[in-house]
């Protein structure tokens, strides 16, 4: 039997009468997955009265289901939990196909492969120039001196814009992400708008100034024609806004992660130091066991029942990816750093179906550099403080203080 065609049941749905099964606000590194762990075996579909109240889903199963059938499982009430939009829906995330389709396509030939070959280039260029000053220092804080702003880097190159301009964005961005760690409603609006405003400002000059459509978004989605007409105005705003903030917390958190295992596991780093064919390899266990997001939702389009859950129609379900990368029915030894899990099905880090991640390359670029830079020159990390982490929706350390011992010579 295939392990997406095991449907174990939870071993006594009427002990689930009580809508509380777990508390939402465990955020420390391990525990997250010794509660996912937990559910997993005991209630599989669980609900939490926290953020909201919402539906966790925990297995591969249920999780790979939901992303890939838009018709049971829709994106345009609710993306992520908790609920924190206050300005309208933005494309392509937020909408479901056929009406998203449009707005994928125009961005799609934005990483076409001749594409991705200057992303390589590009981009290990910008993390050897951040990581390099680093290294000769021997401490710093991995996410908030390297994973925060290489993210940076990159957003100024596909955008087109300065340097400046990009760490204004990224600033922007911040203070929204801390406004959503608190929930801070107020400051959640205040800096989304103008992040809106930001977008306005790069669509008005695009407009004025035309640039190549297969290099800059927003000339694609200016360019882009659907049943022979231009996309709605407010759809390319909404797209726009999207795209300055997206991926602001995933590879921050995300390489952070990356160096707490390495931390703990120096022998991976003198593995792929001796055999650095294996990086790739290396990259996607990393991404299955660490995967930053736990909190991207789905809300049913009826009333549904899912391992003798009942779930209405109007109820928000958490996709925990996180959780379900590590299922045991699917991951021989799910929570071990393995390299040899080609025979098994592909972790979901990035999604699956019509939203799955659309720079998942650009990620995998920018991740790859890192390991790769870390390998090269990185004999062991010792991690020299505390690591806070980030909360609802994301998975992943906010910083990782570090003194680094080199690799000899």
Known sequence: MKPHDIRPQPRNPE??????????GIDDFDAVHGLFSELRSRCPVAHSNDLGGFWLFTRYEDVEHAISTPSEYTTAVQNVVPRVATTGRRPPLHLDPPEHTPYRRALTPLFRRERMDHWNT???????????PLLAKGQFDVCRDFGYPLPAMVLAEFFGISAEDADRVRAIGNDFTIALETMDMEMIQKTSLVLYETAARLIEDRKANPRDPGVDPVSALLEMRHNGETLPEDGILGTVRQLLVVGIIAPTTFIGSMVIHLSRHPEHLALLRAEPDKIPAAVDELLRLYTPYRGFARTPVSDTTVCGREIKADEPVALAFTAANRDPEVFREPDTFRLDRQDEPPHLAFGRGPHMCAGKGIAMVMITAALELFVEHVEAFEITGPVPMTTWPEYGPLSVPVNITPVAG
């Open 15 to 24: 002990a689930f009468s009580n809508a509380h099964d777990f508390d939402a």
């Open 122 to 132: 590009s981009i290990r260029g910008m993390a050897r120039s951040l990581f390099s």
